[in-house]
């Protein structure tokens, strides 16, 4: 199944003009993104209930007690880390982005904290250059640069009150980004399945004093839930692993700003959130620049489709 489908993604890949990891790598990070808003949805209503630290707790639990017997029955080796250090501090820095945020979810609408989370993707770009040695092209920053915009559009900085849960999505931001460096690290060296095991894992071990301080016994709609977003977690970020091991970062990162267009509506459908003018301008560019790049990678694809021929 899995041949066919990297065939499969090869041919398609070839016929538009892509470069087959990059075709691959963007698909899987449209995936994930929408897997994350479905993921912040449940959060948000999560949130409400249950204290969102103890909601990073049982979700992680949850992901590890899935996880690591699926693994350890069909070969260690597959999860065995190879830089035990580095998949700690990764670890870490993971729990501090999550509970950040988890404890914004209920605070902050759902389209502005996809908004926010896309000045991630600039930190990413550069970190891309400077610590892995990721080649840049000029389009690709102009595209982020005008993602980013239509992001700040809809956060409107200076003409709107700034919330601690808009600081504290700044900051998550900042760690996703470190984050997603990484794991673009790791991937060299261990099989994306061990660093989304092993970023659970951790994340568990470091949510365990915070889940005895804030510990209530879920119901069983609550606990059914918990279940589900620990599922849909696991898409969101098995897909992002494998993207980023598939593609550069260049060409995936501005996919992520379909997190906007998912998160508005995801938001506008269950939580009755409205998007209102400047958020749906602010999705406009956000479209745009998208489809910007789609056409961009086609064109540049194509030269190297025609040698190969």
């Given amino acids: 199944m899995r041949n066919y489908l990297k065939n499969l993604s090869k041919r398609i890949a070839c016929r538009v003009g892509v470069e087959p990891g990059n075709f691959m790598g963007v698909c899987l ?54 830089r035990h250090k ?49 080649k840049s092209k000029g389009w690709r920053w102009v595209v982020l640069f005008i993602g980013f915009l239509g992001a700040m559009i809809i956060v409107r900085p200076g003409f709107v ?6 600081l504290v999505l700044i900051i998550t931001a900042i760690l996703f980004s470190t984050n997603r460096l990484i794991i673009k690290w790791l991937s060299t060296k261990d099989n994306p399945e061990a660093t989304v095991v092993w970023m659970s894992f951790w994340t568990t071990i470091f949510t365990l004093p915070l889940a005895f301080i804030y510990w209530q016994l879920p119901t069983l709609t609550q606990s059914l839930w918990l279940v589900a977003i620990a599922l849909v977690t696991i898409i969101s970020h098995y897909t992002m692993t494998w993207a980023l091991k598939l593609g550069d970062i260049g060409a995936i990162e501005p996919t992520t700003f379909m997190r906007l267009i998912w998160g508005a509506i995801i938001g506008f459908f269950i ?13 406009l560019v956000v479209f745009i620049t998208i489809i910007y790049s789609a056409r961009r990678e086609r064109r540049e694809g194509k030269p190297r489709r025609e040698m190969t021929n």
Avoid at 161 to 166: D, F, K, R, W, Y
Avoid at 271 to 283: A, M, Q, V, Y
């Fill in 86 to 134: 580095y998949q700690f501090f990764n670890g870490l820095i993971f729990t501090g982005a999550v509970l950040g945020w988890f404890w914004c979810l209920p605070r902050v609408p759902l389209d502005m904290v996809a908004a926010i989370g896309f000045t991630s993707q600039l930190y990413a770009i550069i970190g891309a250059i400077i610590f892995l040695g990721e």
């Fill in 29 to 82: 990070a449209i995936l994930s993104g929408f897997a994350l808003m479905i993921n912040g949805a449940i959060g948000k209503s999560l949130g409400e209930e249950i204290h969102p630290f103890l909601v990073t707790f049982f979700r992680s639990a949850i992901i590890v007690a899935i996880l690591m017997p699926a693994f350890i029955l069909s070969g260690y080796e597959r999860i065995r880390p190879t």
């Fill in 271 to 283: 939580f009755e959130d409205l998007p209102d003018l400047f958020t749906i301008c602010g999705g």
């Fill in 161 to 166: 009150e700034i919330s601690p849960g808009v």
